[in-house]
């Protein structure tokens, strides 16, 4: 019987699961980083990249690392192919047939982001596995839903529009999402803006799950549910890259009936700004911090007037939005 696999926009299979995942990553890659900036901007073929790699680099965390950085640094986001669906369906006769068929669309993916320089997550999803394969790293794919807009708090994950990878390093499996380790769209102009952020590299899975639910909800190596992912707030990138710590509110969803939400943030830098606007309001306002040792409290009023959302700056970027319930 020949079966016909379909995959939705976006999407790759899985038939991997984790047995365990490394925490985080605590080794410096500075210097990894360096050498992997002094590289060609371009190769002619996956090959050629995976083996300078290799020449480079002798240990599975560098080796991943450089391919990491390599792609988030040289590969664009293309916005234009984004608004459009890449569903891709093709049958198989047994599972043998499926896997094989998988690789070959995966490596031709991947020489098409290689050679265009741009790509969607499926390409930058397709490519990072394709150099791990070439590096002799083990690598999945993990497809699934992302929070990207702070219209999707509250609202249950929809179907996959999202892929990201994990990779083993040593004994060990690691959640990467190189697609937003390579910038970020800015909400105004609506463009890409370039921008390393090693924050999606090795991340805890309680990080990673801020904003990334996986289609098999064991790939989150976390015992949540859709509707914990729902009611998250919003986090952007900035946040996940950064040293202090938004303890509450947890819930995305702020009651209007409060009048005030209270905010606890620990270890926020002595000289980190906080700064916060409604989205019916459009305007900057800074908030009367209370410090005591590492943690940082205040109170956001909200009045019959606001409503919408409530972002959260820090240093003038944007880190949490939350949701005003009436």
Known sequence: MTMKKRFPK???TITFIFLFIQSAFAQDFAAVDDIVRGYPSA???AEKLAGKINTDFSSDADKARAIYTWIATNIRYDLPASRFGNGVAFYYKDEADRIEKEKKFRLQLAEKTLKSGKGI?????ALFHHLCDLTALKCIDIPGSAKTSPTQIGKLPQPSDHI????KIGNS??????????????????????SFNDGYFCTMPEIFFLNHFPEDNRMSMLEKTPQDFANLPLYYGS????????????SGILPARQKAIPFRIADLGERDSVTYAFSSQNELQRPELKRNGNLAEFEIPIDAADRGFL????????????KIAR
């Open 311 to 322: 972002t959260l700056f820090v240093n003038n970027r944007s880190v949490a939005a939350y």
């Open 239 to 250: 946040y996940v890259n950064s040293d202090y710590e938004i303890l509450s509110p947890e």
């Open 173 to 194: 499996w690691n959640l990467i999402d190189v697609t937003w380790g390579a910038g970020n769209v800015d909400s105004d102009t609506g463009r890409f803006v370039p």
């Open 164 to 167: 990201w990878n994990a990779v």
């Open 121 to 125: 997550c499926q390409n930058y999803a």
């Open 10 to 12: 976006l999407m790759l």
């Open 43 to 45: 190769f002619s073929s």
